[in-house]
């Protein structure tokens, strides 16, 4: 806490991974000698820089831009680029610091970072969001590279932003590398890229269900968030026989008890994205479905959760609500978004809950397939990629189990996240010596 002064949310990711790290490497002296620990939580670099644009009226806006580049043991930097008023530098840095596990878990060569702005995208012309994305390009272009970290998408940062981004590296450097994921497929994008990260989740859920011998046919799902993450969350449960019952966005969320189904859902998609629109709008287009103004969707009973929407969203009480409502399992979409105290009270419960660097991996492992299309200079077909999306989230599952069971048998997957993917980037370090 004195090193990183007022930076809760970084001090609450590292606290939340060392009481896991500590008992894992309690007999281990190397880790201890070499402060591996300590090195993790102190990214390689942090670069923060002025980002100076001009909005519609002529009025000169100065805003703040960051890439934290946590650790690149096991291959570039790699992690997404997030536009809201919320970001700050402890955000960034618990974001990098959760990255660098999750990256590690996938099994593919990605080491962790992540950036962003608090700029707000919300309500901002098509012009002043490129005029942005340029300014931010123009500074941050030096910092990155194909080989050397390489930004996706994130919270405001879609592919129009990334279009933006891309067209300013291309502009400046001459060269067309993949600098970027998440691009447009005519562009070097890769097909699933934008459904990986919410049906990468709701894959992981369906592995854990299995474990109990059951699946999520019949089964209802509360959704936090109306984003890229829970629309295809949403999807995916759906596709499974699975009947969605909420989404979410800041202002509040919407319950429709008919389900959310995929008519409803392409109408999210198209509201939220090309009209930008609000969730409560959902209120008035279906007969049928309430909006709950400033409040979040735990309260509704349910088999399973996926919150899908952004850090620290669903609170210890919540977590009592979602259990008294019949609540099964919990997969995280979001990163983070369930604080300490919640997911203590799911562990004492014993049920089954994935932490987001586990179960929100697919969204950076086909990041990863990316980068192996871009460097081939071809784009793999949509089979080969659905298949090793799920093999992929098979694979975290299994590292999860392997490092997470305990005594009694319950999974704790938390603790199977944080132990195989330390390891996997500890050894790396390790083998490098002192650097
Ligand atoms: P989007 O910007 O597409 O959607 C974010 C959603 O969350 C929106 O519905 C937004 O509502 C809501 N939201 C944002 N901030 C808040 C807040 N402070 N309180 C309540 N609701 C909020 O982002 P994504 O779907 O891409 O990302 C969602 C989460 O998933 C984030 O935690 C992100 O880091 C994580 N994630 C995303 C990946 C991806 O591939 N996209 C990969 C791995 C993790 P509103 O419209 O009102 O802002």
Request: charged residues 25%; hydrophobic residues 35%.
């Amino acid at each position: 806490k004195k090193r990183n002064p007022g930076q809760t949310e970084f001090i609450q990711a590292v606290q939340e991974v060392a009481q896991d790290i500590y008992e894992f490497i309690a007999d281990k002296e190397e880790y201890h000698h070499y402060q591996i620990l300590r090195r993790i939580a102190e990214p390689d670099r942090i670069i923060s820089f002025r980002v100076c644009w001009e909005d519609d009226s002529h009025n000169i806006r100065v805003q703040r831009g960051w890439r934290v580049q946590n650790n690149n043991a096991i291959g570039p930097y790699k992690g997404g680029i997030r536009f809201h008023p919320s970001v700050t530098e402890s955000v960034l840095k618990f974001l990098a610091f959760e990255q660098t596990f999750k990256n590690a878990l996938t099994g593919l060569p990605m080491g962790g970072g992540k950036g962003g702005s608090n700029f707000n995208p919300k309500g901002k012309s098509d012009h002043e969001v490129m005029r942005f994305c340029q300014s931010f390009m123009t500074e941050l272009y030096r910092h990155v590279g194909a080989d050397v970290d390489v930004p996706a998408g994130d919270i405001g940062v879609g592919g129009r932003e990334i279009g933006y981004m891309f067209g300013q590296y291309k502009r400046i450097t001459n060269q067309f590398t993949g600098v970027l994921t998440g691009k447009g497929l005519e562009y070097g994008g890769s097909l699933i890229r934008t459904e990986a990260t919410g049906y990468g989740a709701v894959y992981f859920l369906q592995s854990m269900l299995k474990t109990r011998g059951t699946d999520l046919e019949g089964k209802t799902a509360v959704i936090s968030g109306s984003g890229n993450v829970a629309t295809h969350a949403a999807e995916k449960v759906t596709q499974l026989g699975g009947k969605v019952l909420t989404l979410s966005d800041s202002e509040g969320f919407i319950h429709d008890p008919d389900g959310i189904d995929q008519e409803k859902i392409d109408w999210v998609k198209a509201h939220k994205t090309k009209r930008r629109g609000r969730i409560s709008d959902y209120a008035r287009e279906f007969n049928g479905a309430t909006f709950h103004a400033g409040m979040t969707p735990w309260g509704v009973h349910c088999d399973v959760a996926l919150p899908c929407a952004t850090q620290n969203e669903l609170l210890g009480m919540d977590a009592r609500a979602l259990i008294a409502g019949g609540c099964i399992a919990v997969a995280e979409g979001a990163n983070m978004p369930t604080n300490l105290e919640g997911v203590h009270v799911f562990k004492e419960a014993r049920i089954l809950f994935a932490p987001g660097k586990a179960a929100n991996a697919g969204g950076v492992a086909v990041s990863g397939l990316e980068m192996s299309q871009n460097s081939e200079r071809r784009a793999w077909k949509e089979a080969e990629l659905q298949q090793l999306l799920l093999d992929i989230m098979e694979g975290i599952h299994d590292r999860c189990v392997a490092y997470g069971r305990a005594d009694d048998g319950y999974i704790d997957y938390v603790k199977g996240a944080n132990i195989a993917g330390f390891k996997k980037v500890a050894d790396a370090m390790l083998a490098f010596g002192v650097v």
